[in-house]
């Protein structure tokens, strides 16, 4: 038998990689890009025809190159990043594969122009399917301008994924945006068509290349930061803990200046704005880790999108401690800051309207007085503050009033409550203006982190029914519940199944007495089964905790006592994230004396 094994020729290899490195128009702008900012280069000119598929011409004035080299570059596996495998233990520069222009110009006709700093003359060099064409001495600044002409005009089946136009434009202006946060001291323009589409100067912080690059409704609504532990340094910007987007378009890792994807980094994110957001709202986050090039892998994927850190756990929780802590250095959230649609911003009349909308749609079907409803009572009979949460634990129903937790009207505390309008929202004096707050929200946070902690200290405390409350489930719902019975004991709950589907709720939460029980099973049980047993434990108790202190929380319309009022806003300033509830949604928002001025017309 004759062999059927064959060595490819290198113009094969070459088009294989470049299978792998240039996908579309925008990795060619990734990968010269990035030589450019290797060679030291201050600024980038990137100048695109038809979306890329006619021209990609990228010109720098970075060190150039002598007219060797200018020809080994398109060599593959030609480099003057690294010299060996050692080297690849600790790479600082953005490139050291050497694939990059070996692959392009295998699927592109590229001029490539050159000249040395003190050259005597600069280099022109034109290349087709990989082959030097032609190789002539040409006038040039110092610096290197590479044009890629007919991208895949050689692979046809290449050329029919790429989609249209505006949509491979974007992906290059991703690409240049995505450079251009990662490098802010060069100057970057980019014009499609001969037309300026950006023009970068170098900046000075994140926020001002955020602006230049997103715009103003972004740029003023993060917060830059900075900080360093364990030989790990995270800074960036981030949205302020209520700003929040549809999508995930806003966010990027920087490790060592290289944007990467990487999910150990985005899960610390999320875990670090946790319920501050709701349900497919993404935060906005411009996010640079430094640290020493030999504790991560950059040769992990033929683009070098990702990265692999030797100790993830470890950049993963110092990150999300990092992000953590300035979230809650944040302040109450202003007026005009309560803006998470992620379009445009609002004024405040539309962003209260909205948000008032919002809340009569929760209130509808929710269960309003009843015996389960403790909350439900009428004015009259409210002698107690049930808001405080050891009450419903220690004390029989009608304790005299003077066994309250004191809360004086003119103490240190910042707010203090004027009023409540449409029994829903209380009016508060503030030391700088005025606060509305959703008594709903407001109770629900105070609930969800006064059971966090109870959970947290291992100390849940529990009321013991008189009489227990029989829940019957179907077999699918009982099997999924026997089986989070022992999270639901840790969480205060002694449910006992009596078979065939039949359940005892024998003890609950204290701060829970008086709600719906079998309600609130059903709905742990919905969240239990949307989250699965495989989630996050700690993601899944929180759920299950949100949706507990969903139950007992102040109804949008129920009376307020002057006392309750004061010391819902009490409890409300006591907990770690004051400023939304566990759903997501803010529970104050606060107009400043000036805001209001200006209202008026005053100033
Ligand atoms: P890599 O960047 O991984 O080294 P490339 O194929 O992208 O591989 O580039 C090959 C070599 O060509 C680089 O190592 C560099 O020496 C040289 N080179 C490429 N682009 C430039 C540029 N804009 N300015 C100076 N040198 C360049
Ligand atoms: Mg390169």
Do not use: W
């Amino acid at each position: 038998m004759s062999s059927i094994i064959k060595i490819l020729s290198d113009q094969v290899i070459n088009k294989i990689a470049a299978g792998e490195v240039v996908e579309r128009p925008s990795s060619v702008v990734k990968e010269l890009v990035e030589n450019s900012i290797d060679a030291g280069a201050t600024e980038i000119c990137i100048d695109i025809e038809q979306a890329g598929r006619r021209l990609i011409r990228i010109t720098d004035n970075g060190c150039g190159m002598s007219k060797e080299d200018a020809q080994n570059a398109f060599l593959r596996h030609a480099t003057s990043k690294i010299t060996s495998d050692t080297d690849l233990e600790a790479i600082d520069t953005m490139g050291f594969r050497g694939e990059a222009l070996s692959s392009i110009a295998s699927v592109s006709q590229v001029r490539l122009t050159t000249a040395e700093q003190d050259a005597p003359s600069g280099v022109m060099i034109e290349i087709e399917s990989g082959r030097i064409l032609s190789i002539l001495d040409a006038a040039a600044p110092q610096g290197t301008s590479l044009e890629i002409s007919h991208l895949f005009y050689n692979t046809p089946a290449r050329l029919k994924f790429l989609k249209s136009p505006a949509t491979e434009f974007a992906h290059i202006l991703t690409a240049v945006s995505r450079q251009a946060m990662a490098h802010r001291s060069v100057r970057f323009r980019l014009t499609h068509n001969k037309k300026t589409v950006l023009d970068l100067p170098p900046s000075l912080n994140i926020k001002e290349r955020i602006f230049q690059l997103y715009g103003n409704e972004i740029a003023e609504n993060v917060v830059e930061f900075e900080n360093t532990r364990d030989v790990i340094r995270v800074h960036g910007a981030i949205g302020k803990p209520l700003y929040n987007r549809a999508d995930r378009t806003h966010q990027d890792f920087i490790v060592n200046r290289r944007t990467v994807k990487n999910a150990s980094l985005t899960h610390a994110l999320y875990g670090a704005y946790g319920d501050l957001l709701m349900r497919d709202r993404h935060p906005v986050a411009f996010v640079f880790i430094d640290i020493a090039p030999e504790l991560v892998d950059v040769n992990v994927h033929p683009a070098k999108a990702e990265v692999r850190f030797r100790n993830p756990s470890q950049i993963h929780d110092v990150v999300r401690d990092v992000i953590r802590e300035v979230l809650r250095s944040q302040g109450t959230p202003r007026a005009g800051e309560v803006v998470t649609t992620g379009a445009d911003s609002q004024g405040v009349r539309e962003a209260l309207s909205s948000y008032m909308q919002d809340l009569s749609h929760r209130s509808d079907g929710a269960p309003e007085g009843g015996p389960a409803s403790y909350f439900g009572r009428r004015k009259r009979d409210i002698g107690m503050s049930p808001l405080h949460a050891d009450y419903t634990a220690s004390t029989p129903q009608g304790q005299p009033a003077e066994l309250l937790p004191p809360v004086s009207a003119n103490s240190d505390q910042d707010i203090f409550p004027f009023a409540q309008i449409h029994d829903s929202f209380i009016v508060a004096q503030s030391r700088e203006g005025m606060v509305i707050v959703d008594q709903h929200a407001a109770h629900e946070r105070v609930l969800f982190e006064k059971l966090q902690d109870q959970l947290q200290s291992g100390h849940i405390i529990v009321q013991n029914m008189l009489i227990p409350v029989l829940v019957e489930l179907g077999p699918a719902q009982g099997a999924l519940l026997i089986e989070y019975l022992p999270e639901l004991d840790q969480l205060g709950f002694l449910v006992e199944d009596f078979g065939t589907g039949t359940f005892m709720i024998k003890a609950v939460p204290a701060l829970l007495v008086g709600a719906d029980y079998k309600k609130l099973l059903l709905d742990i049980l919905d969240e239990v089964t949307v989250h699965g047993r495989s989630g996050k434990m700690e993601q899944l108790r929180d759920e299950v905790l949100s949706v507990l202190a969903c139950h007992p929380a102040i109804k949008v319309h129920r009376h307020l006592e002057q006392r309750e009022m004061e010391t819902l806003l009490h409890d409300l300033a006591q907990c770690r994230m004051p400023h939304t509830c566990p759903h997501g949604r803010p529970t104050l928002i606060r107009f400043s004396m000036d805001e209001i001025k200006k209202m008026f017309k005053r100033l």
